[in-house]
């Protein structure tokens, strides 16, 4: 971080070698952070760190020369073997942070993995403006990759979407899930590629078939690199090379912009594939250095040695019979030692028949012993036929490796080609499975959705027990929705359904309505629930005030924001006070579109004096004293809270909720003037923003200011 308020950030995967970095404002830093999730963070040693994140990194402290601006420049420079970091979209003065913070990384690597890091063959710089903005309680609140409860992948948005058939594209959707376009043009080829693959269910279903059957070609490729490779990894890269041609196949006849991309992208490497499918045997083994990992054949000098191994028994045997036939000695057998290595051992009964060729080499008490040239000839190349085979086989399979290892930066590219293909298909299936629409992207910050649905409810719960609602957002339909109702409505669910049907439609993929027209937001927030935060001294009022003025510093026009019962944690006037001026400044400061659900009904009277809010309850049916939730979006506001109906539900004994019912008729007596208004209906007088001295803007008008000389 530095004194103007930015901090440069940079991040790598060693298994792929994917390495970003970013100049992040440092107010931002901890929801950048929680969109990547670190395993391990690197920090300068004399920077503080007090920041509290949602999950628990390795924190690794390094000398401040490790993240030095000249070196970590040249760092990079050394390791890209350029002279300048503009080709990857760098300016060296305005992202001097962000090399700062590269630099470091490939500083630590270089020390602690001891090996080569040649998969890191390009650096992307990561800029905000090209994706949508979804805080660290946004992400937590709508549950994009884990569930609020319990932490799991399972019931999130992220395990709803994937239909993913590779482990690369399943780690692709999780990125594209946290990086949604903010770009018209860019969101409209994903959603051409998978409008395509959707009408074209032959192909589909074919790319998916050949895609089960490649392995995770990034982390293969990160083994090769880094020289880790096992001969099983390179056999997994050749099989992985075996299905690239029918996937372009299959891909060529598409006609999609993206898809065409990608079709350009698939390069079939025959002769490196036809060379480690010919070469390494299948199944192959781990271990590059206990042989048995080339076929026969591929090697003329490895057959031999291998037969000389198999063999030297059977050439034993028969020497030994062709020299008693020789020489006449009936007794005459070969023997090994140590020492002398192979031997033809004669009693001294048949000394006198020992041939001049034969060397003797030892006198034992009742024998000699005795050496030939083709006996000794054959021993050298009998003894250690076998490791001399394993060395041959270990030096073939590292001609192999590093052939491999030539051409990785072209194997990533593919990889990355595979991973969109696998991506595109898969929401191409999802769209397919749970009929899905095509959203209609726009720039006006409008919403319009016909019989939208959760995403996820819309799976787990029973088919056809999901309530579709519309939702009308933007011009005359009004800007700020206000949705009252009872408890266990579904007024959370819908406004929930709202954001990650707008998320969806930014990632690239269809969505669950029967027709969607979607202004590009450029920020998502949600605030949705509250917890303590003990570990900072926080309540949940504290909280849930923190993430409001959030929401207030930095939305813009062209933001979605999600609400659910702001205020709660407070007293009643306090809290109807706060969520007053929060909605009023919301539709006259900001202008956003914005859903807010509460059980204040006194806010339903902002309709009568702001023209771009809106009113919308949950319908219910009272049916014999009990209330039916009927889970439907309507216009207008809810006559009545139900809360007391809902207490009745739970068992609240009758003494209790009866004397509520009572109270409840004299507080709703006293909101309305002797004229019959409702008494919070005065509208406010516009100001406009000011700054306090600090430079942050004023979260409410505090009231009339006045000033006197």
Same mark, same amino acid.
């Given at each position: 971080?530095?004194?103007?308020?930015?901090?440069?950030?940079?991040?790598?995967?060693?298994?792929?070698?994917?390495?970003?970095?970013?100049?992040?404002?440092?107010?931002?830093?901890?929801?950048?952070?929680?969109?990547?999730?670190?395993?391990?963070?690197?920090?300068?040693?004399?920077?503080?760190?007090?920041?509290?994140?949602?999950?628990?990194?390795?924190?690794?402290?390094?000398?401040?020369?490790?993240?030095?601006?000249?070196?970590?420049?040249?760092?990079?420079?050394?390791?890209?073997?350029?002279?300048?970091?503009?080709?990857?979209?760098?300016?060296?003065?305005?992202?001097?942070?962000?090399?700062?913070?590269?630099?470091?990384?490939?500083?630590?690597?270089?020390?602690?993995?001891?090996?080569?890091?040649?998969?890191?063959?390009?650096?992307?710089?990561?800029?905000?403006?090209?994706?949508?903005?979804?805080?660290?309680?946004?992400?937590?609140?709508?549950? @994009?990759?884990?569930?609020?409860?319990?932490? $799991?992948?399972?019931?999130? #948005?992220? /395990?709803? %979407?994937? +239909?993913?058939?590779? &482990?690369m594209g399943a780690r692709l959707l999780a990125d594209w899930l946290s990086n949604p376009l903010t770009q018209v043009e860019a969101i409209g080829d994903r959603h051409d590629a998978v409008e395509e693959l959707l009408n074209h269910a032959g192909a589909r279903?074919?790319?998916?078939?050949?895609?089960?059957?490649?392995?995770?070609?990034?982390?293969?490729?990160?083994?090769?690199?880094?020289?880790?490779?096992?001969?099983?990894?390179?056999?997994?890269?050749?099989?992985? @090379?075996?299905?690239?041609?029918?996937?372009? $196949?299959?891909?060529?006849? #598409?006609? /999609?912009? %993206?898809? +065409?991309?990608?079709? &350009?992208?698939?390069?079939?490497?025959?002769?490196?594939?036809?060379?480690?499918?010919?070469?390494?045997?299948?199944?192959?083994?781990?271990?590059?250095?206990?042989?048995?990992?080339?076929?026969?054949?591929?090697?003329?000098?490895?057959?031999?040695?291998?037969?000389?191994?198999?063999?030297?028994?059977?050439?034993?045997?028969?020497?030994?019979?062709?020299?008693?036939?020789?020489?006449?000695?009936?007794?005459?057998?070969?023997?090994?030692?140590?020492?002398?290595?192979?031997?033809?051992?004669?009693?001294?009964?048949?000394?006198?028949?020992?041939?001049? +060729?034969?060397?003797?080499?030892?006198?034992?008490?009742?024998?000699?012993?005795?050496?030939?040239?083709?006996?000794?000839?054959?021993?050298?190349?009998?003894?250690?036929?076998?490791?001399?085979?394993?060395?041959?086989?270990?030096?073939?399979?590292?001609?192999?490796?590093?052939?491999?290892?030539?051409?990785?930066?072209?194997?990533?590219?593919?990889?990355?080609?595979?991973?969109?293909?696998?991506?595109?298909?898969?929401?191409?299936?999802?769209?397919?499975?749970?009929?899905?629409?095509?959203?209609?992207?726009?720039?006006?910050?409008?919403?319009?959705?016909?019989?939208?649905?959760?995403?996820?409810?819309?799976?787990?719960?029973?088919?056809?027990?999901?309530?579709?609602?519309?939702?009308?957002?933007?011009?005359?339909?009004?800007?700020?929705l206000l949705i009252t109702g009872p408890n266990m409505a579904g007024k959370s669910t819908y406004i929930r359904q709202v954001a990650l049907i707008t998320i969806m439609a930014q990632l690239g993929s269809f969505v669950p309505a029967s027709r969607a027209r979607?202004?590009?937001?450029?920020?998502?927030?949600?605030?949705?629930?509250?917890?303590?935060?003990?570990?900072?001294?926080?309540?949940?009022?504290?909280?849930?005030?923190?993430?409001?003025?959030?929401?207030?510093?930095?939305?813009?026009?062209?933001?979605?924001?999600?609400?659910?019962?702001?205020?709660?944690?407070?007293?009643?006037?306090?809290?109807?006070?706060?969520?007053?001026?929060?909605?009023?400044?919301?539709?006259?400061?900001?202008?956003?579109?914005?859903?807010?659900?509460?059980?204040?009904?006194?806010?339903?009277?902002?309709?009568?004096?702001?023209?771009?809010?809106?009113?919308?309850?949950?319908?219910?049916?009272?049916?014999?004293?009990?209330?039916?939730?009927?889970?439907?979006?309507?216009?207008?506001?809810?006559?009545?809270?139900?809360?007391?109906?809902?207490?009745?539900?739970?068992?609240?004994?009758?003494?209790?909720?009866?004397?509520?019912?009572?109270?409840?008729?004299?507080?709703?007596?006293?909101?309305?003037?002797?004229?019959?208004?409702?008494?919070?209906?005065?509208?406010?007088?516009?100001?406009?923003?000011?700054?306090?001295?600090?430079?942050?803007?004023?979260?409410?008008?505090?009231?009339?200011?006045?000033?006197?000389?």
């Open positions: 971080e530095d004194t103007s308020g930015s901090a440069g950030l940079a991040w790598a995967d060693l298994s792929t070698g994917r390495f970003f970095t970013a100049v992040v404002p440092a107010t931002k830093l901890e929801d950048e952070l929680t969109r990547i999730l670190p395993t391990e963070l690197l920090l300068p040693e004399e920077q503080r760190w007090n920041r509290v994140l949602p999950f628990e990194p390795t924190i690794t402290r390094r000398p401040p020369w490790a993240f030095g601006s000249d070196a970590a420049r040249q760092r990079l420079l050394t390791h890209f073997a350029t002279a300048t970091l503009e080709g990857f979209g760098l300016d060296e003065e305005r992202d001097h942070l962000a090399i700062r913070a590269a630099g470091a990384i490939l500083e630590y690597l270089s020390e602690t993995q001891k090996s080569t890091l040649a998969h890191f063959d390009r650096i992307t710089p990561y800029r905000s403006e090209t994706t949508l903005e979804i805080d660290s309680a946004t992400r937590r609140s709508l549950e @994009l990759t884990v569930t609020l409860r319990h932490g $799991r992948r399972d019931g999130s #948005l992220l /395990a709803t %979407l994937d +239909r993913t058939v590779t &482990a279903r074919a790319l998916r078939e050949e895609l089960r059957s490649i392995y995770d070609l990034p982390r293969l490729l990160a083994r090769v690199s880094t020289g880790r490779a096992s001969p099983r990894d390179l056999h997994f890269i050749g099989k992985t @090379l075996l299905r690239v041609p029918e996937i372009k $196949r299959h891909l060529t006849p #598409l006609q /999609a912009s %993206l898809l +065409r991309q990608l079709d &350009a992208s698939l390069e079939c490497f025959e002769e490196l594939r036809h060379e480690l499918l010919t070469a390494l045997v299948d199944p192959c083994p781990l271990s590059a250095r206990d042989g048995g990992i080339i076929r026969e054949h591929f090697d003329e000098e490895l057959d031999e040695l291998r037969g000389l191994a198999a063999g030297g028994k059977e050439w034993i045997a028969r020497y030994q019979a062709e020299e008693i036939e020789r020489t006449g000695i009936p007794n005459l057998k070969i023997g090994f030692n140590k020492v002398f290595g192979y031997y033809l051992e004669v009693t001294h009964a048949h000394r006198e028949r020992v041939p001049q +060729r034969y060397h003797r080499k030892q006198t034992l008490k009742n024998a000699e012993r005795y050496i030939t040239d083709e006996l000794k000839q054959y021993e050298e190349q009998v003894l250690g036929a076998d490791e001399r085979a394993k060395e041959l086989e270990y030096t073939i399979f590292c001609t192999l490796r590093d052939k491999v290892a030539q051409v990785v930066p072209r194997l990533q590219r593919l990889a990355d080609a595979l991973a969109q293909i696998d991506l595109l298909a898969s929401l191409a299936e999802l769209a397919q499975e749970r009929r899905y629409c095509r959203p209609e992207m726009v720039r006006e910050p409008v919403l319009e959705i016909r019989d939208g649905r959760h995403p996820v409810l819309d799976i787990t719960e029973p088919e056809g027990t999901f309530v579709p609602n519309d939702t009308l957002a933007g011009g005359d339909a009004g800007h700020v979607i202004g590009v937001a450029d920020r998502v927030f949600a605030r949705v629930g509250a917890s303590d935060e003990l570990s900072r001294g926080q309540s949940t009022f504290m909280v849930e005030m923190t993430e409001t003025a959030r929401i207030l510093n930095t939305a813009t026009k062209r933001s979605l924001v999600i609400l659910d019962e702001i205020g709660r944690g407070t007293s009643t006037y306090d809290g109807i006070s706060l969520a007053w001026a929060i909605t009023e400044y919301l539709h006259d400061d900001i202008g956003c579109r914005t859903l807010f659900a509460t059980h204040y009904h006194e806010l339903t009277d902002l309709e009568k004096t702001h023209a771009g809010v809106k009113n919308y309850n949950v319908a219910v049916r009272e049916w014999e004293n009990r209330v039916v939730f009927l889970h439907k979006i309507v216009p207008g506001k809810a006559d009545k809270s139900y809360g007391i109906h809902v207490a009745q539900l739970a068992g609240v004994p009758p003494v209790v909720y009866e004397r509520a019912a009572e109270i409840l008729t004299r507080l709703e007596a006293g909101h309305v003037d002797e004229k019959g208004q409702p008494k919070l209906a005065t509208p406010r007088r516009r100001r406009r923003r000011v700054a306090a001295a600090a430079g942050q803007k004023l979260l409410f008008d505090m009231g009339d200011t006045e000033s006197s000389s």
